[in-house]
């Protein structure tokens, strides 16, 4: 199983990123898709996800309105984005195979994650 972020960096507050997620090693279209985040010194924490149907979707009351989850099974990635970027959405960004009905990660193992920093 592997799991490759990409796409974060440094950005001013209002403006956009968008992040991808390579997946391999596993059924990808058979599993629901998250994306959690770490911001310094805190938990990691779930943002969106989206069933594995593509149908539902959830996302955190934080980032409701603002980041779009959506997922290509046949590239195997999933995408996070995000607009209106706040100094809050600092944090290190990570996907995973998600058990929605528990809104928790599935996989044991997590990719290096990619930084995303909002500052101005």
């Known amino acids: 199983v592997q799991l490759v972020e990409s796409g974060g960096g440094l950005v001013q507050p209002g403006q956009s990123l968008r992040l991808s997620c390579a997946a391999s090693?596993?059924?990808?279209?058979?599993?629901?898709m998250g994306w959690f985040r770490q911001p310094p010194g805190a938990e990691r924490e779930l943002v969106a996800a989206?069933?594995?149907?593509?149908?539902?979707?959830y996302y955190a009351d934080s980032v409701k309105g603002r980041f779009t989850i959506s997922r290509d099974d046949v590239k195997k990635m999933v995408y996070l984005e995000m607009n209106s970027l706040k100094s809050g959405d600092t944090a290190v960004y990570y996907c995973n195979a998600i058990d929605l009905k528990r809104n928790v990660a599935i996989l044991p193992s997590w990719g290096q994650g990619t930084q995303v920093t909002v500052s101005s």
């Open positions: 090693g596993f059924t990808f279209s058979m599993y629901s």
């Open positions: 989206m069933q594995w149907t593509g149908g539902s979707t």
